[in-house]
């Protein structure tokens, strides 16, 4: 039970890969104040789920041995 959950946690950040890539596409290659905040958003956002992994997958090893590498590594 918990390593499904642990791949529904990971597998979420994907989800939202052609959302980023659509709202890019239609941000325009003009610089405005709302192609800075989506570019900067495209580009900060998988750096902050890197470094937040950790965290994110803290509540599933609580009381188990298990260390979900799988999960963490598609993360």
Do not use: C
């Amino acid at each position: 039970m918990k390593n499904k959950k642990a791949m529904e946690l990971a597998l979420s950040p994907g989800k939202s890969l052609m959302m980023t890539a659509f709202m890019l596409y239609m941000s325009g290659s003009h610089l405005n104040i709302f192609t800075i905040s989506t570019t900067s958003m495209a580009l900060l956002n998988p750096l902050k789920g890197i470094l937040s992994t950790k965290n994110q997958f803290e509540r599933f090893e609580v009381g188990t041995e298990e260390r979900f590498w799988t999960a963490k590594g598609v993360w």
